[in-house]
Every structure is written in structure tokens, then in C-alpha cells.
């Protein structure tokens, strides 16, 4: 019966059966995809002859619900480090075939047996200097709403980032921050949640902080550099910035596996991660790709901000992955 | 539907009729029975046999939380809309038909604009920098910010709006069946306008009031979008919850319970409806 379900979901979820010049990419929509489109696919379609089609969001339910299926149709998927290193323990993932993907010049941080980094990141704390008068410094400023008036922006899942900035405004040391203690963690954040205002997606967070409707926000850092770009008179505090990673993964049993070892190797060789970093500001995991980088866009990155780096524990979080969302959402909806 | 008039067939002991209705029957068994069975199939072998998701789901202070407040959201909601859409459907029952059409139209243009657009033009009307609260600001009338999103008051608002359609179409059957002569003795006999409505327009009006009522509550009980992007965490509603349960966190198990104890808690509701106005009468003016 169990069968049955999810052969019918995944039958849902299966639009096109894949061809063999074809496959499929699902990563997480927005500025971000269509850097890694432009970046990664259409090169990689012009030298390999291989039709990359997009698709997306990349959604974990969906993920599982194919593998249990046996009918994937996502051959490359873009997914948070902390969930790959726990989908590959449940044996949702294929184990990247290092024979096809070059590993010698890939972070060693971000590649392991089942995944093989996307890009890296920083989550910052971003404000609007339209409405914010002074320069927060770290994220201790985002808990003093004396000092620093006005409503703030958090990521509204239970992921990596959040609890890590609580306990660092209380004072934890960084190199302390593991095991997270989450008593701490809920109190601390219990002093300000009448003026949180969650974002759930990268658009939403650009859209509150440019807007004003949050004066202050930890946001991507991506995300505040498109703002920029764009234009807005964003700030951006660098101090404390807080490292993850997004890895590409190729789920149990993709149709077109060969293809998405090719397509891995072009994504992580050095001229694809320059490219992919220099249109979204988003960091590198080729130690190669830097040097192909013009100059002013390696300084927009989390790279050139390494003093007061710290870096989330991805392994810490796909371990505790189940028990932290249970107390966060408890919480959350309190 | 005339339920009384099917004739009996001598052979099966189906009404009469049945067979052309098959492939709909199908239809119905394929998309609904089908995954509803699985639903509740998943709940009790995922991961393991037994009725452990159960448990998690009565145990956890969050679950039952997000229960009772997506019963809350879905009454304020489903009382907000009936008194909304009342004069709407009032005004569209004794309009010359023409312009009625017009009106109608335009509500039904609305039902037509894709639900994440509205849900994002309120955000853009809704927030403390939006137009309304601009606007309030620059006339004088207040000097801080509204609180009208994040929050029951921005949940209520989105979803009304998108409900109206729903409340004000089965109205208006109602409405229209009624005869305008009984108001008119109603006024001959000395009854004042309120009087008038409290006792004779209203209470004929009921099985309008009560089909679109349960359509709406039901509908708002299982919404997603509007409520995650109007409402704060603290008004997180039972969809949103099992999106999470199932897409971030794997754990089909627990999502399916949910979703299956909503599905009862629905039935149970419209069983108890069926009771209180009788069938013909509940899927009246539909």
C-alpha cells in the first residue's frame, strides 16, 4: 500500500520522462538559480550537448517521495549541506563519482562522498539606512531594541543560523557555540519576538529590508549584494558572518546519472565557480576560481570577511536536525 | 439534487442512472478514496506499525496549538465573511438583472487573478510602510504604524477577501428564492426595517448562510499561502505545519496523521451540519 501512495505521488510529481540528451537541475528559483543557469547550465549545454531543463524549488519531501518511488526525475539537486549529510545517511543520495568530478582543487569543507559543494555563504546582518540611524556592529545590536529601534527579520525555518545568533548576543563564545544550548537560545530570543518578523524565502527577506517594513535583518548575503546592485541603500556588518554551504546531490536512482557527473564537474570547475560567484556573490568552493574572479567581485564575498568568520556546524545540525525543529517550532508558534 | 424522486432499478437495486454516472464514480474513487486510504494507511505503518504518530500529534503542545488556532483563524474568518458578503449578495438579489450580471462579473474576475498575486498586492497594502498605513499617516489620523500584518488581523483580512466569492454565491440563490412579498407584509403589518430582516430575511436566508458558511470554514481550515504570508508564526495554521513536517523535516508519519485528523474533525462538522439544516437544504442555492 505504502507502494502504492508513493508510485501515485511521484506519478504526479514525474512531468517528463527524461531522454537521454536530457536532465534535470532543481535548485531554489529566484537570482540565485538563474546565476547557476547562466553559470553552470548553459555552458555546460553549448560544450556537452546535454539539455539541462530547470526545475524547482528544491523541496525535500519531493526528494524522498521519488527515491521511495523509484521514479526520480531530478538528476542534480542544489540542497543545504546539513540536510544532504543527513539524506545521505538515510540513503537517499547516489555517491558522487569522483573519477568524472575533479576533486583535487574542491574545498574540502564542502565535498564529501554523496555531495560535492554548490557555493558557500555568509548569513549578515543587513539593514535598511533609510530607517536606521548608527551602525550595528554584530549580532548583539539586533537583540537591543533600545539602541537600535524597529522591527527585525529572521529566517523562519529550523535551520543553522538562528539559535548560533542568539547565544552569540548572549555572550557564548564562538568556538563554545556547539552543543547548542537551546534553553539559552529561546530565552535570549523570547527578549525580542514581539519584533521578529520572519522571512521564508531569499525575495521575501530582499523585500522587508528594502522596504523598510524590517529595519534590520540576518539575510544571505547574496541576497543583500543583489540589493546593492540593485541599487538600495543597504548596510552590511560583516563581523560575526555566519558560514553554511549549499551542496549538489544526486538523488538514488536518477535516471541520468552519467550526465550529472559531467554536469558536476563543470558546475565545480574553476571557471564555473567564478563565473556562478562573480553574478551572485556568493563564495567559491574551487580554490582555483578566485583566480579568475576580477578583483572588486572577490571582495563582495564571505571570503574576504574571514576575521570574525565563524562557521555553522553542519554535522552538529543533520545529527540534532529532528529534536531542534521540535523545540523550535514549540517555540515558534507559542 | 432530488434525491427522493430516483427511481429504483429491479435489477441491482441501484437508482436508475448509475451507470452513466460510473465514470464519474471512478473519478471520485481514483483522486479522492485512493489517496485518502494511503493518508491514513501512512499514518499508521510510517516509520513502523502502530498508532505512535498519533500520539506524537496529541502529545506535542505544538501540534495541538496549531489545531486550535487554525480553528480560531478559520471562525473569525468564515464570521467575518458571511457579514461582508450579506449586503453584497442582498444588493446582487434585488438589482435589475442586467447590472447584477456586471457585478457579478466582477466578482467572479477576481476568483480568476492568481492567488499568490493578491496574497503579495495585500502584503504591498497590509505592511507598516503600505499604502494604508501611508495613507492613514499622511492624513493625521495615526501616528504609528497599524499592526496589520504578521498577524490574526492580516490572516483575517487576505482570507475574507478571497473567501467572498464562495459566501456570496450561495447567498444569492438563497436571496433570489425568496419572495420580495413577504417583506412587503412584513412592512404592511407595522415590522420596521430591522425587524423585518431579523425575522423574516434572515431566517429564510439561513440555508444560504449555512452552505456558504461551511464551505468557507471548511476551505479556510486547510489554507496555505494567505496565512503564510499574511499571518505571524503565532497564528501558524495546520497546513503550514504539515508542510514543514513533511517537506523539511521527512516525516511523513506525523504529516499524515494531521492531515488525516483534520480530514475527520471536516466530515465531523458537515455530518453535524447535514443534521442541524438537512441535507437538501445544506447543498441548497448552490
Redesign the interface.
Known amino acids: 500500500?505504502?507502494l502504492?501512495?508513493t508510485g501515485?505521488l511521484a506519478g504526479l510529481l514525474a512531468a517528463t520522462a527524461a531522454k537521454a540528451d536530457e536532465m534535470a537541475f532543481t535548485s531554489w528559483g529566484g537570482t540565485t538559480q538563474e546565476a547557476q543557469t547562466k553559470s553552470w547550465a548553459a555552458p555546460f549545454e553549448a560544450s556537452s550537448g546535454i539539455k539541462v531543463l530547470q526545475d524547482g524549488p528544491t523541496?525535500?519531501?519531493?526528494l524522498?517521495a521519488m527515491v521511495d518511488a523509484g521514479n526520480v526525475t531530478w538528476d542534480v539537486v542544489d540542497v543545504e549541506m546539513d540536510f544532504a549529510i543527513k539524506a545521505a545517511k538515510?540513503g537517499l543520495l547516489e555517491p558522487i563519482d569522483y573519477a568524472v568530478v575533479p576533486k583535487a582543487d574542491l574545498d574540502p569543507r564542502f565535498s564529501n562522498e554523496h555531495s560535492v559543494g554548490s557555493f558557500y555563504y555568509s548569513f549578515v546582518l543587513a539593514w535598511n539606512k533609510g530607517t536606521v540611524t548608527g551602525e550595528p556592529t554584530g549580532w548583539a545590536d539586533m537583540f537591543d531594541t533600545k539602541k537600535f529601534p524597529g522591527?527585525r527579520t529572521f529566517y523562519?525555518?529550523?535551520a543553522p543560523g538562528v539559535i548560533e545568533i542568539a547565544l552569540l548576543a548572549d555572550g557564548v563564545p564562538a568556538d563554545k557555540l556547539y552543543p547548542l544550548d537551546l534553553d539559552r537560545a529561546f530565552k535570549k530570543l523570547d527578549t525580542i519576538k514581539s519584533d521578529i518578523?520572519?522571512w521564508?524565502g531569499g525575495a521575501e527577506s530582499q523585500q522587508l529590508i528594502a522596504?523598510?517594513?524590517a529595519a534590520f535583518g540576518q539575510l544571505w548575503n547574496g541576497r543583500v549584494f543583489a540589493l546593492q546592485q540593485d541599487g538600495t541603500d543597504v548596510g552590511v556588518a560583516w563581523n560575526q558572518n555566519l558560514t553554511a554551504a549549499d551542496v549538489l546531490v544526486v538523488p538514488k536512482g536518477a535516471k541520468n546519472k552519467d550526465s550529472a557527473m559531467k554536469f558536476l564537474a563543470a558546475a565545480t570547475s574553476p571557471t564555473g565557480q567564478a563565473k556562478f560567484a562573480e553574478a551572485s556573490g556568493y563564495a567559491p568552493i574551487n580554490t582555483k576560481a578566485k583566480a579568475e574572479m576580477p578583483a572588486d567581485a572577490v571582495k563582495a564575498l564571505p571570503d574576504a570577511h574571514v576575521d570574525g568568520q565563524i562557521n555553522l556546524d553542519m554535522n552538529y545540525w543533520a545529527e540534532h536536525?529532528?529534536e531542534i525543529?521540535?523545540r523550535w517550532?514549540?517555540w515558534?508558534?507559542? | 439534487m432530488q434525491g427522493s424522486s430516483f427511481r429504483r432499478s429491479s435489477v441491482a437495486g441501484l437508482p436508475a442512472g448509475s451507470g452513466s454516472a460510473l465514470p464519474a464514480l471512478l473519478l471520485v474513487g481514483l483522486f479522492f478514496i485512493v489517496p485518502v486510504v494511503a493518508l491514513l494507511l501512512r499514518s499508521v505503518t510510517d516509520p513502523e506499525p502502530g498508532l505512535q504518530n498519533y500520539a506524537a500529534l496529541f502529545g506535542s503542545g505544538t501540534y495541538v496549538r496549531v489545531f486550535l488556532n487554525t480553528f480560531l483563524v478559520a471562525s473569525v474568518v468564515t464570521a467575518v465573511t458571511i457579514l461582508v458578503a450579506f449586503p453584497v449578495a442582498w444588493m446582487l438579489a434585488i438589482m435589475p438583472p442586467a447590472l447584477g450580471s456586471i457585478v457579478f462579473g466582477i466578482i467572479i474576475l477576481s476568483m480568476w487573478t492568481n492567488l499568490l498575486t493578491r496574497t503579495y498586492a495585500w502584503m504591498v497594502l497590509l505592511q507598516r510602510t503600505g499604502v494604508i498605513n501611508r495613507a492613514l499617516m499622511g492624513l493625521g489620523i495615526i501616528h504609528e504604524p497599524l499592526p496589520l500584518i504578521n498577524n490574526l488581523a492580516g490572516v483575517t483580512i487576505g482570507m475574507v477577501y478571497i473567501m467572498l466569492p464562495f459566501m456570496i454565491l450561495p447567498l444569492v440563490g438563497t436571496l433570489r428564492a425568496i419572495d420580495p412579498m413577504t417583506l412587503r407584509a412584513a412592512a404592511l403589518c407595522g415590522a420596521s426595517p430591522f425587524e423585518a430582516f431579523r425575522r423574516i430575511l434572515l431566517p429564510l436566508s439561513l440555508p444560504g448562510i449555512a452552505a456558504g458558511g461551511l464551505m468557507v470554514f471548511v476551505m479556510s481550515l486547510g489554507y496555505f499561502v494567505t496565512p503564510a504570508l499574511l499571518g505571524g508564526t503565532s497564528n501558524m495554521m495546520l497546513a503550514e505545519m504539515i508542510a514543514q513536517t513533511v517537506q523539511s523535516l521527512l516525516n511523513w508519519g506525523l504529516g499524515s496523521a494531521a492531515a488525516f485528523v483534520l480530514l475527520v474533525v471536516t466530515m465531523a462538522l458537515y455530518a453535524i451540519q447535514l443534521r442541524l439544516v438537512g441535507a437538501k437544504r445544506a447543498g441548497g442555492g448552490i
Open positions: 500500500m505504502k502504492i501512495l501515485l523541496d525535500y519531501g519531493k524522498k538515510d522591527k523562519k525555518w529550523s518578523v520572519w521564508g522596504s523598510g517594513e536536525r529532528g525543529a521540535t517550532y514549540a515558534q508558534t507559542k
